[in-house]
């Protein structure tokens, strides 16, 4: 069972950034989707087993950066110039122990077996 622990949403006025982070309790591929109220759950970023190749959604392409300290299996979406389109409960996503590619990332939901709780973000405007 993979566990993922997540942490620092919260309020942010527009243009503000926050930093989330994911402890995960193993090393797998990556990554952040984000549900805002009344919609679907969305893909934001993901990144791979090494930390060398990441991949973002458009919306979000110069503004969120991921990364992973792989000493510590914790991966983290840095975010800058945020918006209130932003809002939104943030979820990161572990691909576990189903079979994967080391230098793959990984874009759809169905392709991750393990989520954390999720953490909400609220941009004022």
């Known amino acids: 069972q993979v566990q993922l622990v997540e942490s620092g949403g919260g309020l942010v006025q527009a243009g503000g950034s926050l930093r989330l982070s994911c402890a995960a309790s193993g090393r797998y591929p990556m990554g952040w989707f984000r549900q805002a109220p009344g919609k679907e759950r969305d893909f934001v970023t993901a990144?791979?087993?090494?930390?060398?190749?990441?991949y973002y959604r458009d919306s979000v392409k110069g503004r969120f950066t991921i990364s992973r300290d792989n000493a510590k299996n914790t991966v983290f979406l840095q975010m800058n110039s945020l918006k209130p389109e932003d809002t939104a409960v943030y979820f990161c996503a572990a691909r576990g122990d189903a079979a994967y590619t080391f230098s793959r990332v990984y874009t759809e939901e169905y392709e991750y077996s393990y989520w954390g709780q999720g953490t909400q973000v609220t941009v004022s405007s």
């Open positions: 990144i791979n087993w090494y930390g060398r190749t990441t």
